[in-house]
């Protein structure tokens, strides 16, 4: 995977929001994550996905689901890219 893709599976990784969110495979809660944080470092500013290629910004607020312990969410999208939870 990486050496042919790019994508490292053992960094944490996040769906993608253009993927996911944009319509082109639609949401359900079963959606791969192909999407890693861009650059690797504490604080990121985007999200690249090895599937569509593209890079999509991202703010680090926690996610408003109980259940979720995320982080990085969509700019765009305003949703969480661990769980999909929507957060304001």
Request: charged share 25%; glycine share 10%.
């Amino acid at each position: 995977m990486k050496v042919y893709f790019g994508f490292d599976k053992k960094r944490r990784n996040f769906m993608c929001p253009r993927c996911v969110f944009g319509g082109v495979y639609g949401y359900d809660d079963r959606e791969p994550k192909t999407a890693m944080l861009e650059p690797n470092k504490h604080d990121p500013d985007a999200v690249w996905c090895f599937v569509c290629g593209e890079i999509q910004p991202v703010e680090r607020v926690l996610c408003t689901s109980a259940e979720c312990k995320g982080n990085v969410i969509s700019f765009e999208w305003g949703r969480c890219l661990n769980c999909g939870a929507e957060t304001p």
